[in-house]
């Protein structure tokens, strides 16, 4: 069952700009953290952020901090990224992921995840 759902994929070019968002999918997430994840072609998949759902906390790859923001609206139990200054190592699927431990970025320790969106970037 696919209980976390990303959206907001797309192609753009460098330098462009890209929100993604994660919602939850007949059930909620409001006592879990919230991570996202990338894997490139060829590539493992990458941490990328991640957020405390009890006191906003957030963590990001060295890759990309100063370019993401994770955010959450726990009203809407959702997810976002905010994704600027795109380059084209950013390109990937991006996957929205819940965990019970604090920041980590361990993908191992992440529960449930979702399809996962694309993300291509062109120069």
């Known amino acids: 069952q696919v209980q976390l759902v990303e959206s907001g994929g797309g192609l753009v070019q460098a330098g462009d700009s890209l929100r993604l968002s994660c919602a939850p999918s007949g059930r909620t997430f409001s006592n879990y953290d919230m991570g996202w994840f990338r894997q490139a072609p060829g590539k493992e998949r990458d941490f990328v952020a991640a957020?405390?759902?009890?006191?906003?906390?957030?963590y990001y790859a060295d890759s990309v901090k100063g370019r993401f923001t994770i955010s959450r609206d726990n009203a809407k139990n959702t997810v976002y990224l905010q994704m600027n200054s795109l380059k084209p190592e950013d390109a990937a699927v991006y996957y929205c992921?819940?965990?019970?431990?604090?920041?980590?970025?361990?993908?191992?320790?992440?529960?449930?995840w979702g399809q996962g969106t694309q993300v291509t970037v062109s120069s």
């Open positions: 957020i405390s759902w009890s006191d906003g906390s957030t």
């Open positions: 992921a819940a965990t019970r431990f604090r920041g980590t970025k361990n993908g191992a320790l992440y529960a449930y």
